[in-house]
């Protein structure tokens, strides 16, 4: 049976209902829902005042040292019956230095504990149960391990066994400790007195180590579970305020099934908070319950299958309790606190800690806004944080954390002062985002600020910018994000930022200058990696849009390139084509020391590449020979003057097809 407590949101004044609706189910291996307060409960003591409680083993007992088979102790770790097994400790809820029932298995199957318990009723169901843990872990014996297997017996007063065989089944190891429950249950039928035994079914050897706690024998029947659903409630406490007389009245509704009827018998029970034990309230044994609320008072149901069960305490089942607690008055110490400055829609995480306060009961919080103009309450904002969007405009603000309680008394607990600032925002654009790796710096002028404060002035950063310019060359290859904002130190500030992209620039080497003579062609060709080529419009040239145009122009002339690649950098190259006059070689001198006509010069020659000299006399013998044509043939060979007369000559260049020859003559 569910026992279901509903208060209405009506009754605030006059009479409180707190209805409860009993409904039975059936959940795991058991049919009970609710059980009863233990008959038997072996928690085997503590540290200072061990006991193995009103029962008996056919074990043997070993205070100190390593256990062997067929030996026990009461210890409160697992690993104090060998230093090999598992580090747990007892599983008694509230006795951090209890202690537990540890096991090595002897070879024959034998008892590990029976007790007697008497003065039951017929027809009762009951449930039996015990806390056990595998002590082994799973490389204490390897695969050879022996796993506890318990059976559950429950025997007549004569040793006659009134129960199904119940057994855990081969418990295993883990390689983390773990307390597991097993147990079942039974029906009492005609007797009342009964031993309640556990056996170990498994042989010893390697294995079959095991710990035991918290053996426990309750009545038990449909569920009886106590499930307010009222805003008074918090956890298993029902609040009222200070003042309030009003009573609360307890119904109940009943469904059937579990063996019990449809309408089982009923007892209230009552205990003050500081005390233990439960009280049956006189008279109370109806299907309500009406009460002045008293702080501090607990109340609970009780339930049996018949008047005659009622009447034993070991045949009750319980529902959970309910506790009756007044209100406290709200009291906190204010939390005042001054917060950077925000700035315009900033949101911002207020996260305070909730409200606590013994039998402060349930609250309400709301966040409450101060802009100069009174405290306004924040719609939304009711919970224990709150993000907060600052606005559109810069002020001063006070946001407050309030508390209310069911009694409507409210504080507040938290207070934040704060200012909202405009934001300085930046603008900033760029008419090229594409640059060389080669330009020259950028000016960067474009940036503006939205909002500024007075004489404020924005700042340029990023790699590759320098005092207000960005440096292709100092940024280098790749995207270099450019930023403008206010200065470091404003606190509301969003920058602009645009992105710049610098292209490798295109490779070029210089031109050496060319010659040729009139008439001549030459092919221009210059070294680059470029893709597209523009030659400037000085004539001569068979093609102005390719790497290597021909040339053949009808004076010296300068051509100029500029060769791109395919993101459109671009270098300039120029290249002189030199046109040679045709020479004029004279056919004599006279080298007479006069200063008149004493050299052979020959006008011109000096432009003529890898120019070469050689003159013969008649016989064929050279007496004169220049690479380059340094200076004038003064008419000498080895220093000493040759003798007038014919001479003969050859000049070869690499822009000659073929050397010019004839005769020069000494005349003295």
């Known amino acids: 049976m569910m026992v279901k407590i509903t208060i209405p949101a009506c009754c605030t004044y006059g009479l409180t209902v707190l209805a409860i609706l009993l409904t039975m189910t059936q959940r795991g291996w058991a049919q009970c829902g609710s059980v009863g307060d233990p008959i038997v409960n072996i928690t085997f003591g503590t540290a200072s005042n061990p006991d193995i409680g009103r029962g008996t083993t056919t074990y043997t007992l070993r205070s100190n040292g390593s256990l062997n088979d067929g030996e026990y102790k009461l210890a409160s770790n697992v690993s104090q019956g060998r230093p090999e097994w598992h580090n747990l400790g007892n599983h008694t809820p509230g006795q951090p230095d209890g202690l537990m029932l540890v096991v090595n298995a002897s070879h024959a199957a034998g008892e590990f504990y029976r007790i007697r318990v008497t003065g039951l009723c017929h027809d009762t169901r009951f449930r039996f149960s015990a806390m056990i843990a595998n002590a082994n872990q799973p490389d204490n014996c390897g695969e050879n391990t022996i796993l506890p297997n318990v059976r559950f017996v429950i025997e007549g007063r004569y040793g006659n066994v009134v129960n199904n065989p119940y057994a855990t089944g081969n418990i295993p190891t883990t390689s983390s400790p773990v307390w597991q429950e097993y147990g079942f249950e039974f029906d009492t039928g005609g007797e009342t007195e009964f031993d309640l035994v556990l056996i170990n079914d498994n042989p010893g050897g390697c294995g079959n180590d095991l710990a035991i706690d918290d053996i426990q024998f309750r009545p038990c029947g449909p569920l009886l579970a106590l499930e307010p659903f009222w805003l008074r409630t918090q956890a298993d406490s029902l609040f009222f305020c200070e003042g309030e007389v009003d009573p609360i009245v307890i119904g109940s509704r009943v469904s059937s099934g579990s063996g019990y009827p449809a309408t089982p018998v009923f007892q209230w029970q009552s205990r003050a908070g500081s005390e233990d034990t439960w009280q049956d309230m006189p008279g109370e044994r109806g299907s309500s319950l009406t009460f002045i609320p008293i702080h501090d008072q607990w109340y609970r149901l009780t339930a049996a299958a018949t008047e005659a069960n009622l009447g034993n305490q070991l045949c009750r089942i319980t529902s959970d309790a309910i506790r009756i607690a007044q209100v406290a008055p709200l009291s906190a110490t204010l939390v005042s606190q001054v917060l950077d400055a925000l700035c315009v829609h900033e949101?911002?995480?207020?996260s305070p800690p909730g409200h606590s306060r013994e039998n402060a009961g349930p609250v309400a919080y709301q966040w409450l806004l101060d802009e100069g103009n009174g405290l306004a309450p924040i719609p939304g904002a009711t919970t224990g944080e709150y993000r907060f969007d600052a606005g559109a405009q810069t002020r001063?603000?006070?946001?407050?954390?309030?508390?209310?309680?069911?009694?409507?008394?409210?504080?507040?607990?938290?207070?934040?002062?704060?200012?909202?600032?405009?934001?300085?925002?930046?603008?900033?654009?760029?008419?090229?985002?594409?640059?060389?790796?080669?330009?020259?710096?950028?000016?960067?002028?474009?940036?503006?600020?939205?909002?500024?404060?007075?004489?404020?002035?924005?700042?340029?950063?990023?790699?590759?910018?320098?005092?207000?310019?960005?440096?292709?060359?100092?940024?280098?290859?790749?995207e270099h994000t450019i930023t403008y904002s206010a200065p470091p130190d404003v606190r509301c500030a969003v920058p602009a930022q645009v992105v710049m992209t610098v292209f490798d620039s295109v490779s070029m080497s210089p031109m050496l200058p060319m010659v040729m003579l009139a008439g001549q062609r030459v092919t221009l060709r210059p070294e680059t990696n470029a893709i597209r080529f523009q030659w400037d419009n000085q004539p001569g040239l068979d093609d102005y849009r390719v790497l290597n145009p021909v040339a053949s122009p009808t004076e010296t002339t300068t051509y100029?390139?500029?060769?791109?690649?395919?993101?459109?950098?671009?270098?300039?190259?120029?290249?002189?084509?030199?046109?040679?006059?045709?020479?004029?070689?004279?056919?004599?001198?006279?080298?007479?020391?006069?200063?008149?006509?004493?050299?052979?010069?020959?006008?011109?020659?000096?432009?003529?590449?890898?120019?070469?000299?050689?003159?013969?006399?008649?016989?064929?013998?050279?007496?004169?020979?220049?690479?380059?044509?340094?200076?004038?043939?003064?008419?000498?060979?080895?220093?000493?003057?040759?003798?007038?007369?014919?001479?003969?000559?050859?000049?070869?260049?690499?822009?000659?097809?073929q050397p010019l020859s004839g005769s020069v003559s000494i005349l003295r």
């Open 347 to 350: 949101s911002v995480s207020f």
């Open 396 to 478: 001063s603000v006070v946001l407050l954390r309030e508390v209310t309680n069911i009694c409507g008394e409210r504080i507040i607990t938290h207070e934040y002062a704060f200012d909202v600032r405009e934001i300085v925002r930046a603008a900033f654009t760029l008419a090229e985002l594409t640059s060389c790796a080669d330009d020259e710096p950028i000016l960067l002028t474009a940036g503006t600020l939205l909002n500024p404060e007075a004489g404020m002035v924005g700042v340029y950063s990023g790699n590759g910018v320098s005092d207000g310019f960005f440096d292709p060359r100092l940024a280098g290859v790749g």
């Open 560 to 657: 100029t390139l500029r060769a791109s690649n395919e993101h459109g950098c671009s270098k300039e190259v120029s290249v002189t084509v030199n046109v040679l006059r045709n020479l004029q070689v004279p056919n004599g001198f006279t080298p007479n020391g006069d200063g008149i006509n004493d050299g052979w010069e020959i006008a011109g020659l000096e432009q003529y590449p890898n120019v070469f000299i050689q003159v013969f006399n008649r016989w064929g013998a050279p007496v004169f020979s220049s690479k380059g044509y340094p200076t004038p043939w003064n008419g000498q060979f080895n220093g000493a003057p040759l003798p007038a007369g014919t001479y003969y000559y050859t000049i070869a260049s690499d822009v000659l097809r």
